[in-house]
């Protein structure tokens, strides 16, 4: 459903991906990992769509479609879903009104019926719930004033809700408490099925522990450089990135000579 | 050749409004307020191209004739009905069928007040008034529901209208105001709206202008708080060919208290110049203003806050706000606050901001599948929600939203410009 080859990137005009390659079928959770700076959230955002995260090189195709020739909402409309790293504030647009207007367009685009407002409640009361958010935060300005764990639950809730069929979780365990660690845990493995693809990029494996991935890949100087299964990232937590990035220049040196 | 009229104008327009002033046909009532009006007249300049205080907004339109004649035409049938109790004004005439109003209220066909209406405009309002509405509200009444004045202007031909309404609210009594301007076509509505407060007195006012773009409207709302009373004022405003807005408040007896609110919108080809000047002129008084702008396409918005403390004025608290939001780098927003304080014993605080949409904030409704228009509009709307919310009728909050939404909404073809 997700296919990324050789993607090259710039943000504001600094080039931060550099030949990015990544598959991901359906039913697949991928975990990526890699040092502060390595282009994680720019690969997030470059998915998503956002202003200024450029694409000047390779491809990314999202259900055979080029990622690069779609506004930001068709991406959405199409069944990705990208949880923030930093969820925006928006004061005076309440969550309600934000849910409401997010999965009106995006079930009318995917000809999924209509939820009239009684059941677009229910349905939110239930995916608050779910990630132990006190449905009074859908009275509340997006993510106004929340603390840093209640945005990445309002992330989840508003995934839980809009059931992408491509989920990419930028950080989403960063600023959880362990409660509420294994509560976002149980929403995103709610979500896994044969159909959906499920991204993680964290810094932990105690996220893994609870949504154990099938593939986990590093990602380092705007590139992956190591991809492995799920034992990768106990490695990684034992011995660090050092000894991948070392390897890694000598990789690149070979490569820069090929390509 | 618009050089050499703009050039005139000012002259031509003072000598048309004598003229029209001198012709008129007033109730007996208004006699005493015309001459004394006309004097004053005949020593005033109308604004020209230096004039400081008319510097964003160009009389340039009125060559069109609007006061070589008065605005002569009829009603729509179906007017808003915001309240049971309601008066009518078209083309500044009341039309009695429509007057329905509460007990403890009277109503005069008849205006007096001239302290602080000083621009040429509201001169010629009094000068040339052929009917005119006053409301007095009885001492200690408290008039449940709220009053909806509609001024009407309606005409096929660039002409002009001179409408007017005095309230005196007496010494505890209480009243929600909600005046109203209704209109379309080539019609200049020259209004004033005088109010006086005594003492415990209480007024909730509302000042909706949402006629249409083709009409024109020049105006002074006047507050007057002779005792020691409150006044919670709200103004919706949508920018039209020509809106120029004068509010004046004079803060007279100690205690007095004056909150005002507004927003203003400039979508398309509108202007809106908002010119607010508060007076305290006595210790111990309260003045907060808050005002919200915003202004798309080609849009021209202006906003000059004026407070004028003065010297035996200790005590004030005076505030002011207005934040500002520009849909297209193609619109343009001016806000000025102007400070005169003559003594030291005063708190006052002032801010004015203009910015744009927030890239992030909208990149994060879009990757929600909120297209990029709706994402606009739910932030616009967003960013005047505080002020919609905090309108105590529901009523008037019922008649503000799709108002609102629509003001807000996309333009056809706004996008492509914008990319
Ligand atoms: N607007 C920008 N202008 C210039 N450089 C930027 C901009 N945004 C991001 N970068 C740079 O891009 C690089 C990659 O950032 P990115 O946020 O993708 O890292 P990350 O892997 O998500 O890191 P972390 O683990 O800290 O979240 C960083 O060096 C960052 O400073
Ligand atoms: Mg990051």
Redesign the interface.
Known sequence: MLEIRDLHASVAGQPILKGLNLTVKPGEVHAIMGPNGSGKSTLANVL????NYEITGGEALFEGKSLAEL???E???LGL??A?QY??E????SNM??LK??LE??RA?QGKEEWDSVTLLRKAREACKQVDLDPQFLKR??NEGFSGGEKKRNEIM?MLL?EPKLALLDETDSGLDIDALQTVAKGVNSLRGPERGIVLVTHYQRLLDYIVPDHVHVLSGGRIIKSGGKELALELEQHGYGWLTDDQNGGNDKEDRTA | MSGDNALNLPEDLKTRALENARQATPVEALAPLRQEALAALEGAAFPGRKTEAWKYTSLYALTDGHLAARAEGAAPEDLPRLSDYRLVLVNGRLDERHTTLPEGVSLGRRASRLEGLTTPFALYNGAALEDAVTLDVAANTDVSAPIQVLHVSAGDAPSHCNTRLEVNLAAGSRLTLIEQYLGAGPVLTNAVTAIQAADNARLTHYRLQADAGDSLHIGTLLFQQTGVSRIDSYQLMAGNRLRRNDVRAFLDKSGAELNMHGIFVARDRSHIDNQLCVEHRVPECTSNQVYRGLAGEKGRAVLNGRIHIHPGAKGTLAELSNKNLLLNPGAEIDTKPELEIYNDDVKCAHGATVGQLD???Q??????????A??KR??S??????LIMSLPDQTVADWAQPWLAAELGQRPGADEEAA
Request: a negative charge; zero cysteines; charged letters at 15%.
């Open positions: 998503a769509g956002r202003d506004e930001p909402e991406r959405a409309q879903f990208l923030f969820p925006v928006i004061p005076g647009v009104e934000f207007a997010a367009a995006t685009a300005g997006v508003q809009m | 890239a992030l904030q990149f994060y409704l879009q990757s929600r599948g909120i297209p990029l709706e994402a739910m932030l709307l967003g960013f005047v929600n505080e």
